[in-house]
């Protein structure tokens, strides 16, 4: 779901219906997309290309190519006066600078960045396309470092998350994790192997004591100890009714676990895992839930078909779902918490939206040139400001939450 759409797409290969048809990615990811369609809504999900996914029971597998045929050769436009420069946008420059900035190229390394962690002092941002982790000082933007090589065992790293000493990497094209000292970026271990029964890890939560991951290609969430790595239980099959479960979250008792496949999301015990409740149907508006916050109360789900599902973390009760043209949802993708206001990275309409947590009204939608937003995949903040991973930019835009 997290490839490039374009609107000179064309498609040309047949659908196929039914449950476990899987879509492997092409020999050029870019040249062929995957999706699956939902004949019952009209919703489109696109497929990452580095992800083995099938299409759940009652959807359409489809695929296409990039580009279709040549269309005519539009007019010719004017040209301006030879040595002309355009008029400056001082509205722009005056925007810049209360931005922040986008940070890319040189010692960043940044290749398809896909996850945001901070540990209280840096940011961290997991490199999907560069097997890497960059690590950034929010006081100014600065290259702190990226870490990387065979050590550390990243291969196509997206989840990560902050224990309060290491940060914890998923490592969805290896089926393992990997952690490492945020003090240093030194390698600490990669946790692997049948027991951990890692299968695209994606998502990964802290609740304080143990890691939660979530398993995307076969339905399931691993349990692991954070103080020394050890595998503690893994969740699957019979009630918790996980389908492609993507996103989670801790509320300070319960892990809260997006299922991307099954338009639904699961709620379970942090103490031992026991399955709770799952939410689907009705008022919720689930449809192909991605991230999810908590803001201390309430819960907050991006629906990568439009729209955020905000419930109530105490007893799993709708509250409200937010869509429309007014917000400008467009393949929400990733969401934060500040504190105050929730703000939500728009993959596909290169945009962030922010909506007060309060009442889930909209204040603002950021787009345009000087953000550089491009495929915004994932967001995290820091105290102060925002941090927002363009996964096709290969670049990371930094938002002041004020």
């Known amino acids: 779901m997290r490839a490039v759409l374009t609107a000179a797409v064309a498609v040309t290969a047949t659908a196929a219906l039914g449950a476990g048809v899987a879509l492997a990615a092409s020999a050029s990811p870019a040249a062929v997309l995957h999706g699956c369609y939902v004949k019952t809504t009209g919703a489109l999900r696109l497929l990452e290309p580095y992800r083995h996914q099938a299409c759940p029971r009652g959807q359409m597998a489809v695929s296409w190519n990039v580009a279709g045929r040549q269309g005519k050769r539009g007019p010719t436009g004017r040209t301006g006066p030879a040595g002309s420069l355009p008029t400056p946008d001082l509205g722009r420059v005056a925007t810049l600078d209360w931005w922040g900035g986008s940070f890319r190229g040189g010692k960043y390394g940044f290749s398809d960045p896909d996850g945001v962690a901070f540990d209280g002092t840096n940011v961290w941002i997991a490199n999907a396309g560069g097997n890497s982790v960059t690590e950034i000082d929010p006081s100014d ?12 065992g990243f291969n196509g790293p997206a989840g990560i998350a902050f224990d309060g000493t290491h940060l914890w990497v998923a490592n969805y094209e290896g089926n393992s994790v990997t952690e490492i ?140 779902t937010l869509s429309g043209p007014t917000y400008g949802f467009d393949n929400p993708m990733g969401i934060a918490f500040d504190g105050t206001h929730l703000w939500v990275a728009n993959y596909e309409g290169a945009s962030v939206t922010e909506i007060d947590a309060a009442n889930g009204s909209w204040v603002q939608t950021l787009s345009g040139a000087a953000y550089k937003f491009n495929f915004p995949i994932a967001i995290g903040f820091d105290g102060t400001h925002l941090w927002v991973a363009n996964f096709n930019g290969n670049s990371v835009t930094e938002i002041d939450a004020g």
């Not at 919720?284 to 907050?300: C, E, N, Q, R, V």
Request: no cysteine; proline share 3%; charged share 20%.
């Open 141 to 152: 933007g600065a290259w702190v470092r990226t870490v990387s090589g065979r050590q550390y």
């Open 181 to 320: 000292e945020a003090s240093d970026g030194a390698w600490v271990r990669t946790v692997s192997g049948r027991r951990y029964g890692f299968n695209g890890p994606a998502g990964i939560a802290f609740d304080g004591t143990h890691l939660w991951v979530t398993n995307i290609d076969d339905g399931s969430v691993t349990e692991i100890d954070a103080s020394d790595g050890a595998w503690v239980r893994r969740l699957s099959a019979g009630p918790y009714r996980f389908v492609n479960p993507d996103g989670i979250a801790f509320d300070g008792t319960h892990l809260w676990v997006t299922n991307d496949g099954g338009s639904s999301v699961t709620e379970i015990d942090a103490s031992d895992g026991a399955f709770v409740r799952t939410l689907s149907g009705g008022r919720y508006g689930f449809s192909f839930p991605a991230a999810i916050a908590f803001d201390g109360t309430h819960l907050w789900i991006a629906n990568t078909a439009g729209s955020v599902t905000e419930i109530d973390a105490s007893d799993g009760a709708w509250v409200q």
